[in-house]
């Protein structure tokens, strides 16, 4: 017994094309006219795209970072994932220092099982380097967990210095990883926030006031610098600005492999939201993220550098806290506010109004850069992002004719505000196979029961 | 009745996944399993690829270069194509000077209709720019010509200024047509050329001697200079060196669209085959074609472009002429040698052994470069370039397990040499089909009336 | 019998000291104190600067645009350099096409010869190119006149192609020339105009327009890669946007040898002056030049340049027409006005109030910009160009403390309007010396005949 | 009671002219002709050339490097430089860590007190960074050490990270300081030394090896982008590599503002010098120096630099050490070798020698490069580094009829050998004058009194 969806278009990164697809237990298993057999549940839907489930390469749920905890756990977080239409998120299990690789994975996979209403993977942040280390990155392939990051920013706690990066570059080549950096130098925004605030400067307008563009030019020219040198590739993640996008081509022109990621909020925010310098008024805290929001020309850059192909993937950085009481821990200093914003509940519907229905991207790069391109890179395709004969049945069937605006009360993250309060939206999941299974039916959770289950990644072979 | 291929594994850009494929009239129309019907002809393809229909961007059939006409016209040059896996290529139809576009699509046309073994279509060269022209190119558009080509080289002949350029730039945005550009600097190759004649240098290595890298940059720097004040799209054909390749990654940075080309003689063939400055030896004149072959490091520079995605489609600039009578017109004065060479028939073969299986690219990548990308640049997708459901059959079925050596006696396009003589090949086109058509079947032609058609190509949309 | 100036301060394009100067006949011939012999005129000049005569590389004195004649002749010209301390003059013969560079040269010493107040030499402009041309510039050498100019902007008429260009740098090196560009893409230009023409768009603010800064970048960058080709150096004339210096940077990064210049009108001021759009006022014709005035950034980016040590002359470009009944020639379609403005007469008061006192440069840098590094570029250093013993008695008692505004009313050029109208000015030459002869005394004409003379320059040979 | 030096040719940075030279006391104090007074000293110098003492800007005297102490002293060492036409030498004082600033300065005048032949001053290198060095920077200005040092190389060591230099800079604007850099990313470095070891591979060979020119390039990237973030202007000492100078010129297009220096052995030796991988052959420890000698495009991109004008002083890094007994302590393994070479002896002769007698610079940009720009940017112009009325009479009276070879049994420096050795020396002092003092005469040592004295240099202004 099978399902078949009848009437819609399929979508994949590269086709588009009408027919009806026919799923069984967890695959798809044809795809064309008359496929269905006698006891198959028939979905008619006329008008919808059939799309991969979606896949976001860059989330935080159940976070502790120190002050307080994410609002949004693996099940909230997970749970407004598929609602959304992503039917696989990446999360970081991060090493504390001292701990192992291995402690490190066990904590992630502790908080994560047995409650993700999607499939789940894990990146491995590793925060110092030893010969251990390097031996457990070997491991960390084998338990499925084939990509990194490293810190660049977030001195004296996540940051790693250079040699740390080359080690674990060159490292990465010989077992199979791709390593994600966050570009930003630390050492420079030390200087300047001590600065800010020894000055009395301490409203969310100086968060980004103290991360300028250039230092995540800087961080970025250096880690590819580095690259060049170890002969490994390199994924970049949320890159925010023209200047970092800049620096990426001056690599690529030296013939640096990298893979570049950015996040909704980087294409249509801008730092007006955080404020003026002396507000009273402390809404920018919502912003208050790592990178910063940056200037309307660095939204139009990464439009930009999205249609020349250099940028790949769109991950949320979905790490959501509170305004009241959590992001309120820095009312009177904006270095205290928790850095972070919720987005994995908006990803695609955003992709779809403000990329697609916009002109900047057609709907096929809209898959490839929500879903395939990730599935590549992190070692779940073809099980994950695309629509074809032996894949999983994670699909969306994406109802173009549905609009509202987003608002806070009605989304199904667990956090008090959205970024995007207030923004159209076009389109939704109106249904969502994760597995074949329909966890999503007309709009709603469909399936109470929390199937998401953990993904062995295979090793990074290079390309995407 | 149709025709189902069973146990082949389906390649597009993106997938690769085991199933059947139902053809039925001139369409694909299932995929997936048990799909055959009672009367479909069924052909088992057990360890084969099913991949799309090669398409060459690329080639010069029944060319008149004033000296001598090509050895191959649209008969044997299409039927070299099927026999190597491609079912549609993209010829030149060129504006001679005071003639109408309308008249060179008519010659053109009179050339190849009822002739050819594949699909296909034109693009047209301007040589020229005036009011009447600016009009004609939307009625190119209308006739189903939607790209067109403008010579930065051949001065005094097909060469352009800059103010054609610009002219036509602005207009191919008006009507959604692209440029593709022949990139060297037409200026300084006629200085070089006639210096180097007047200094008795006249043997094939001064071909590439007068026509360096860097005038393949300037004109590259300058076309896309142009292109960015125009704010128009760029299509760069033939892309042959390092220097080029830089000066795209340039105007990528300040945001300028362009899309390139190479061929597989600028990733295979290098500049030693060009012989001494003082050889006896004509054998150089084989490869005199222009761009002319470069360094090793160019070479690996192209690879690399293609790795970074910089460079989308692969061409053949096919132009042949037989070594015999032809090539010897130039004996005495390389500048008299007919430029080009042959490379339809082997560009498949060429891309899966040396890209493929020596790992420069990933099969679902040599799809792309050879048929996807330009499908989709030149208003031929998804009718071509894939397979999916209601695209045309246009399908290779690749038996990678095949193994030749490519020689001259061997091969179906008529001219007496091949410059990939001796070259080992992997995997050859076992069957063909040209819109359901078995055109080749177990290698060989199947079919044989010339079944190929013209293709009216839509408008250029600004994107791949 | 001499000359001792007594009581000032030496400065040249490296020096500054307190000393006595002594002059005699045409040269200086001691520094230092007590120098003074029985007979000679002491002049006491406590609290001024001695600095070397001002050497303007650019002027167009006399010159006949088809429509008028530039209101400044030699005489006016020249007696308006001296007047604000500049003591030679480089002007542009330029070849009528059909005419050799012999005749152009002959027509340049029949307007200037016996009327100068200052030192003057030539440039020669080319205007087409064959073997005549290619065996005078040799002979252009003898002359004297050993620099060269090309344009590559108003087409149909002074612009030469590629071809051109690429020919004549070969040549230059052979000679021992060096060749100055106008670096402008005049086909871009052509259709800019004729389409802002079409469209009504006729006030002088299309004028900068349609000469948009990517066509000064362009134009560079194109002359830079030529030139890197045929392995000779370049001057650029009037740089005057911040990408076009770029595009110089990127050229150097590859090796090739360039020197710029720039003007004070693109270092103080902006594309503001053009007024609006639809515009009644005319006024904006005063600044129409070409290129044409950028925006504040710009402005900008040349006095970092300057700093930087990449822009490394001042000329004036000076090419004075009347506001009334001149300029407004073009009043109903600004592509009419006669381009340029005047400048020769206060090139070194605003360098030296808004280089000098506003910290942008240093005084031993002013003499650097305004005539040391001239000199040597073009071949008339020791004589001219420094303070040193030997050299010519080309001096400038500049009296820092003086101050007025600049106002057409009280200026020596002969023409009704300065750009600079209103601007404050510090600082003027007290006393101006041109070989030996004090032709003004406390900044006012002392010597009513014309003195000036015909400067046989040295060959270029390679560096400044 | 003077001196007069007649019938030399009197060279600056910019002039050259036929003059006599009159010092009276420690000053120059006139310039001309029947300039001698009754009772002077007439020394006759036809046909030698009157150039300003050199001033190296990067010498290691007296260094204790752990292992062992440098060959040279400051006696010995300035003894060389007087002999080779080097009449100021800027030497570093280094903080030790835990150690103020003071302290430092206060051991390096204990070190060369009352020993030194010619004047010198010191640069401070700053390895730590709190408060309190802030505070001290200001102190060091006072004490006449106006600019510093910062190294990105020699990790647990010297190397600071990015918060220092950031910190730095910041505080060189605030103070009048000029921060050179040690530009290689000691990271790298140690990773791949480490590695070097770990696999057996201990010759000098792999001193290069494992300090590729890529780790310079990105030290500089990142030096200059933390420059831009800070404003602040750089020094770079040392530059060898091509890629280094790409970097900077990148930096330049930005508007960041650098002065660079290069040392002879960068334009004049290369890395055939480290011999084979397994050379049982220890000569190669000769040149081991850091950064490491490069390739001979290096070399070539080192001299156009010059030309262009990007590099702008030439130091010499001498740190000599005996190959005998010095050298041989890393003879087991090239990471023990001390690092450095001799060299302040035979600068002036070698840029005399490979600079202007084989055209890569005039007679006058080998004065800017050897001392007058390295004054202007350190503050002691114009007492150093000119020809000038009322500057020191610091001269260096160079016969250009003089030859020999270069070898170590010749040299006065205090070690065992010469990376010169047996290179071809045109030119010499034949005289030199320290403030007005006769120290060396016809080639030879004429005073064996240690008169050089320390200079309190003026703070830097922000330009040379």
């Not at 588009?16 to 008619?44: A, F, L, M, T, W």
């Not at 993937?313 to 305004?323: A, E, L, V």
């Not at 991207?361 to 990730?374: D, G, P, R």
Request: some cysteine; aromatic content about 10%.
């Amino acid at each position: 017994m099978g399902i078949v969806l009848k009437g819609g278009k399929v979508i994949t990164a590269v086709d588009s094309y009408y027919s009806d697809v026919r799923i069984e237990g967890e695959k798809i298993v044809s795809i064309g006219s008359n496929i269905e057999k006698p006891e198959d549940e028939i979905i008619v839907i006329d008008g919808c795209y059939i799309i991969p489930g979606g896949i976001d390469t860059h989330t935080h749920f159940d976070l502790d970072v120190g002050s307080t905890v994410t609002a949004d756990n693996f099940e909230s977080g997970t749970k407004a994932a598929i609602i959304g239409g992503t039917t696989t998120i990446l999360d970081y299990a991060t090493q504390v220092k001292g701990q192992t690789l291995k402690e490190a994975l066990k904590g992630q996979h502790a908080k994560s099982q047995g409650v993700c209403f999607c499939d789940y993977g894990f990146h491995m942040g590793i925060t110092e380097w030893n010969d251990d280390i390097a031996e457990e990155m070997k491991d960390m392939i084998n338990e499925g967990v084939t990509s990194f990051k490293l810190y660049m920013a977030y001195k004296n706690n996540l940051q790693v210095d250079d040699g740390v990066i080359f080690n674990a570059l060159r490292r990465s080549r010989e077992v199979g990883g791709l390593i994600g950096f966050h570009c930003e130098n630390g050492d420079i925004i030390e200087v300047l926030v001590k600065e800010a605030k020894l000055a009395g400067n301490k409203t969310p307008y100086y968060h980004a006031e103290t991360r300028p563009d250039k230092v995540e030019r800087e961080a970025i020219a250096r880690v590819l610098n580095l690259a060049e040198v170890a002969d490994a590739s390199v994924f970049i993640v949320h890159l925010s600005s023209k200047e970092g996008l800049g620096s990426i081509l001056e690599a690529k022109k030296r013939g640096v492999q990298v893979y570049v990621e950015t996040c909704p909020q980087y294409l249509l925010l801008n730092d007006s939201l955080y404020g003026e310098k002396s507000s009273s008024n402390f809404e920018g805290a919502k912003y208050v993220m790592s990178p910063p929001l940056r200037k309307n020309y660095d939204n139009h850059a990464l439009w930009n550098g999205i249609k020349q192909g250099e940028i790949i993937t769109i991950g949320t950085d979905h790490c959501s806290f509170n305004y009241k009481k959590q992001k309120e821990i820095g009312i009177a200093d904006f270095s205290k506010i928790p850095n972070g914003a919720p987005g994995v509940e908006h990803r695609m519907a955003l992709m779809y109004t403000y990329g697609v229905l916009r002109g900047n991207i057609t709907i096929n790069e809209m898959v490839a850069l929500t879903s395939t391109n990730a599935a590549k890179l992190f070692g779940i395709f073809p099980e994950k992002g695309t629509i074809a004969i032996g894949s999983d049945a994670d699909i969306v069937v994406w109802d173009p004719n549905y609009s509202t605006h987003i608002t806070a009360d009605k989304q199904t993250q667990k956090v008090d505000y959205t970024p995007y309060e207030g923004f159209k939206q076009n389109g939704r999941a109106l249904y969502v196979f994760l597995r074949g299974n329909k966890v999503i039916s007309k709009g709603k959770l469909a399936e109470s029961k929390p199937l998401g289950k953990y993904l062995y990644r295979k090793a990074f072979m290079g390309r995407s």
